[in-house]
C-alpha cells in the first residue's frame, strides 16, 4: 500500500464509519479501484480504532458517567455510595456489555469466513440493498417517540444482535443498529446516539486483537501507511460524527437509502464488466470456497 492509497483509504473510513452505508464495504471497493486492492480485515479494524477515538473524545462526559455508575452499580461497592440498579446509567453500561457480547462471540467463530468469503463484492451488494431497504423501511413506519432512558432487556439484546449483522461487509454497523432502533420505535438521534456507543467496545476489542495478531506475524498490514489512515480516519471521522447527529435530529434517513442502492448498482456494473472482482486476493483463505 502506498501512502497515497493509506491517505485515500484514511479519509473513507472517516466520511463512511458512522453513517449507515457501511465502511468496510468502501474500503473494500474503493481499495480495489485505486490499485490498493482489498485492504483486508486487519486493515479495516485497526483504522476503526481512529475512527472510535472520536467517538470516545466527543462522548466523553457520557462515557465517563456511564461507567461511573455503572461501576458504582456493582455489588461490591458499599451501601452508602452504590447506584441503585435501577438507574439509566448504570443500566445502560449493563446494557452495552450486553449487547456487545454477539458480535465479539461471533467474531471470532466466524474470523476466517470474516477475512476472506464474507468480503465477496455480490455478497455486499445483496447486502447494500437489503440492508438500504430495511432501514428506509423502519425508519418511515417505525414509532418516533422512545429514547435511551427507555431501554429494556429485550432491546439491548435486540441491538446487540443487529450489530452483529455488520460482520458482513455491506450491512454496516450503524445501519444495522440504526435500522434496529427505528424498528423498536426510538428516536432518530437516540438510534443513532447508541449505535455509537454500543460499537465503541466491539470496535476496540477487534482493532486491538487484530494489532496484536499483527505484531506477533499472524497478520500483515503495511505498519506505516495503516498509521496515517487511522489518524486521518479520526479527524475525519470526528467531522463526522458532529454533522450526522444534526442531520438525523432533522431528517430522515432516505438519503442514506438511496445512495446504499445506488452503490450497489455501480458496483454491480463494475462487477459484471470485468473492472472490479468479487473475489479478491486477500479474501482467497480457508473460506473461501465454503
Known amino acids: 500500500m502506498t501512502w497515497l492509497e493509506a491517505v485515500i483509504l484514511g479519509l473513507v473510513q472517516g466520511l463512511t464509519e458512522f453513517l449507515p452505508i457501511s465502511s468496510s464495504a468502501h474500503l473494500r471497493i474503493v481499495g480495489e479501484l485505486t490499485g490498493a486492492a482489498d485492504p483486508g480485515a486487519a486493515f479495516t ?38 447506584v441503585p440498579s435501577s438507574d439509566p ?14 458480535i465479539g462471540l461471533l467474531g471470532l467463530r466466524l474470523e476466517d469466513w470474516i477475512d476472506t468469503s464474507f468480503r465477496n463484492l455480490w455478497i455486499t451488494v445483496t447486502m447494500l440493498v437489503v440492508f438500504g431497504l430495511l432501514l428506509g423501511a423502519a425508519d418511515r413506519w417505525g414509532r418516533r417517540e422512545r429514547t435511551l432512558d427507555r431501554m429494556s432487556w429485550r432491546d439491548a439484546v435486540l441491538y446487540g444482535l443487529a450489530q452483529a449483522l455488520a460482520l458482513v461487509p455491506g450491512v454496516s454497523r450503524s445501519g444495522g443498529t440504526i435500522t434496529m432502533g427505528r424498528a423498536l420505535g426510538y428516536t432518530r438521534e437516540a438510534a443513532a446516539r447508541y449505535s455509537f456507543l454500543l460499537a465503541m467496545p466491539a470496535v476496540f476489542a477487534s482493532g486491538l486483537y487484530k494489532a496484536a495478531k499483527v505484531l506477533t506475524g499472524g497478520d500483515h498490514v503495511d505498519v506505516g501507511p495503516t498509521a496515517v489512515a487511522t489518524l486521518i480516519a479520526f479527524g475525519v471521522g470526528y467531522l463526522v460524527i458532529v454533522w450526522f447527529l444534526k442531520v438525523v435530529s432533522t431528517g430522515s434517513f432516505a438519503p442514506f437509502v438511496w445512495y446504499r442502492i445506488a452503490l450497489a448498482a455501480l458496483v454491480t456494473v463494475f462487477l459484471l464488466t470485468g473492472v472490479l472482482d468479487p473475489v479478491s486476493a486477500a479474501a482467497a483463505g480457508p473460506g473461501a470456497a465454503a
Open 45 to 82: 479494524a485497526i483504522t476503526q480504532i481512529g475512527t472510535e477515538t472520536a467517538v470516545l473524545i466527543y462522548f466523553w462526559k457520557d462515557i465517563v458517567r456511564i461507567v461511573g455508575h455503572w461501576a458504582r452499580s456493582l455489588p461490591v461497592v458499599g451501601p452508602a455510595k452504590r
Open 89 to 102: 446509567d448504570a443500566r445502560l453500561g449493563w446494557m452495552i456489555i450486553v449487547g456487545s457480547l454477539p
